[in-house]
């Protein structure tokens, strides 16, 4: 197109417009923030621009006349089943920028993923299987060290425990909102995850960007993070919310920090992360007072000392090759808590190069924690979250077979309240109104419909959890909890298999 | 009574309420040939979405308790239904005097070219509820009592 560079012109969607139903109602041109579509006056219709278009579906659901289809770009390139379009147009976007490569959300490159190979069992005959809609099922779920051994001793009104249990998190589904931060996504989505979490009986995690003044009632339902940034922490924030999370890595981004650029940082925004407005917040790769173990634990401890033991504390680490060994050293620095976050886990913003080579399949590294904690005796002094990547209630299933005590869900979260995955959330124009802090756009999400729409999710998981628990004869998720004899492997081969610690359909 | 009451917190300025109120008002009762054919014989949505920056409301006729519409009206086309406390319009009654459009404080009656008479709100005669409250994708519009 005139007035582009040639490059530029290899775009990836093409915008269809019915022009028999199209009334130029200009919904599309008000509802597109990157201006794809525009009122031509020339013509004195709506037009569009191929180029612009990101792919995020925000006209097509909202046209009210359907007239428009968005597709993928039809034009191909030479077959090459080495040089594929993806890797030519980043080629293409490098020679016009000089810059590193950016995407928003998980990788959506083509590699295994380890929930479709395997498959839950099921109760036949010999041991019946259980409706959940008739006799009771347990998803309720506490999150924190759990003793050695229990003492009971006998006292005039019953047996009482004598054992001091340490601090722990209810959750009444296996599930939590993971961390997503006030500034990557808004206020608005905050406030919704906050609703729904409490509404819910589970926890959200504020992720590194402070907690809002105005969110501190749904304390009790929040997990507060502490990242390398360190933006938004101070003491009321540590006490306000029932864990503290230490933040090592993230999946879609293991050994990289984080930048929210300035355009996303607005008066609220700033004001919570204790940074000025329009200034970048960068969070350094690694946190400047953790270079070992020893470091971790003097951090865990000074997080204990501040919420006078009150709540547990977690540490986040990015699934990557040594991840069982880590997990041992972070058991035994004192977290409660350690969260695995798979290399498909979502993010705002991260290298791409990074997000789609970087870190391990989180179904591998939970099975081997799991196994090295348990090897090691030191199972039950934390509980195991896995994160990144959870498409449906099976995934969550899957997971706690594998080991996991719970499981942080966020891009299908962000799904159920519209996200369509386009991938730019690092424009700050997400024009479904998540990832974006202006006013114009972040208003698109009413938190009172997201916060529905989010207990729906979960509850909705939750009754297929509960069905396919009875199915397999099982009357509570503590009783799945690493169970791997109800999981089997299908297409798997000797090593996958035995990394998962999982027999092989049939056998 | 009940009321359609905006929310500039959450209007997107997206302007379906409108498409909305034109297809429930039109003679087809569809949305494509009420902009292409039946607009241009004078049929026009009874809201507005004003905006100004980033802030966007979708008004019409507020239903007054003491409307000035009806003050104003000369011909008795606009009346109080005392039962139902709306305020309702009689069309065959209007001389197109434009008195109701000047009375009016929050400018919610807007003329219908071809007719020479107004175009106001009836809270969606005949449907539980109204067009636009229905159509709106962001919950920015609710129908109740306050």
């Known amino acids: 197109m005139l007035f582009k560079p040639i490059s530029q012109n290899f775009n990836d969607f093409v915008i269809d417009r019915d022009k028999e139903r199209c009334i130029n109602c200009e919904v599309c041109v008000r509802q597109c923030s990157y201006e794809a579509h525009f009122w031509d006056d020339a013509r004195q219709c709506v037009m569009h621009d191929n180029t612009k278009c990101v792919g995020c579906h925000r006209c097509e659901a909202l046209c009210p006349t359907g007239c428009l289809t968005i597709k993928k770009n039809p034009a191909d390139f030479r077959d090459n089943a080495l040089w594929t379009p993806t890797y030519m147009k980043h080629i293409y976007k490098q020679g016009d920028t000089g810059g590193i490569l950016l995407s928003g959300m998980g990788s959506p490159s083509a590699k295994p993923i380890y929930w479709d190979n395997l498959q839950l069992d099921a109760s036949q005959v010999t041991n019946p299987s259980i409706d959940p809609l008739r006799e009771p099922m347990e998803l309720r779920t506490y999150l924190g060290s759990k003793p050695d051994k229990v003492e009971v001793e006998e006292t005039p009104e019953g047996p009482r425990l004598k054992t001091k249990i340490g601090p722990q998190i209810k959750l009444e589904y296996p599930m939590m909102f993971s961390a997503m931060s006030f500034g990557s996504i808004n206020f608005n989505l905050h406030k919704a995850m906050a609703m729904a979490a409490t509404e819910l009986g589970i926890v959200y995690n504020t992720g590194e960007g402070g907690l809002h003044p105005t969110l501190y009632k749904y304390g009790a339902n929040t997990i507060v993070q502490v990242a390398s940034g360190r933006f938004g922490v101070h003491k009321d924030y540590l006490n306000a919310g029932a864990a503290i999370e230490i933040k090592v890595g993230q999946g879609a981004k293991p050994g990289i920090g984080g930048h929210l650029p300035g355009e996303k940082i607005d008066e609220e925004v700033s004001k919570t992360r204790m940074v000025p407005v329009g200034s970048d917040a960068i969070s350094p790769a690694p946190h400047h007072d953790i270079y070992s173990i020893e470091d971790l634990l003097q951090l865990i401890y000074a997080l204990k000392e501040a919420t006078e033991y009150r709540v547990p504390v977690s540490v986040k680490i990015a699934a990557v090759h040594n991840a069982p060994a880590i997990a041992s050293g972070i058991v035994r620095a004192g977290a409660d808590i350690v969260v695995l976050d798979g290399f498909r886990g979502g993010t705002g913003a991260a290298p791409t190069m990074i997000r789609d080579n970087v870190g391990i399949p989180v179904e591998l590294a939970l099975a081997q924690v799991d196994n090295r904690l348990r090897d090691e005796g030191i199972r039950n002094w934390a509980s195991l979250v896995v994160a990144g990547g959870t498409r449906c209630s099976a995934d969550v299933i899957k997971a706690i077979a594998l080991g996991a005590d719970a499981v942080y869900i966020a891009t299908s979260a962000l799904v159920a309240v519209g996200c369509t995955l386009c991938g730019r959330c690092y424009t700050g124009k997400c024009p479904w109104g998540i990832a974006t802090n202006e006013a114009r756009l972040k208003k698109r999400q009413n938190p009172e419909i997201a916060a529905k729409r989010l207990t729906n999710l979960v509850k909705a998981w939750g009754h297929e959890i509960q069905e396919m628990l009875g199915g397999m004869g099982l009357n509570s998720i503590e009783s799945l909890r690493g169970n791997r004899d109800k999981l089997r492997g299908i297409g798997l081969n000797e090593v996958e298999l035995d990394i998962l610690g999982v027999k092989h359909a049939g056998r | ?146």
């Open chain 2, 1 to 146: 009574m009940r009321r359609v009451y905006p929310n500039k917190d959450f209007c997107i300025g997206c302007h379906i309420c409108e498409l909305a109120c034109l297809t429930a008002h039109s003679e087809s009762k569809d949305l494509i040939i009420a902009v292409r054919e039946e607009q241009a014989s004078g049929l026009r949505p009874c809201k507005a979405v004003y905006e100004k920056g980033p802030v966007c409301v979708s008004l019409s006729c507020r239903h007054c308790e003491n409307p000035t519409c009806v003050t104003a009206c000369i011909s008795g086309a606009l009346y109080k239904d005392e039962e139902t406390g709306k305020t309702k319009y009689d069309e065959s009654k209007c001389v197109g005097c434009w008195s109701c459009l000047m009375a009016c404080p929050f400018g919610a009656i807007r003329r219908n070219p071809s007719k020479g008479k107004i175009i106001k709100c009836d809270l969606c005669e005949g449907r539980d509820m109204p067009a636009c409250v229905q159509a709106c994708p962001n919950a920015a519009l609710s129908y109740e009592d306050r």
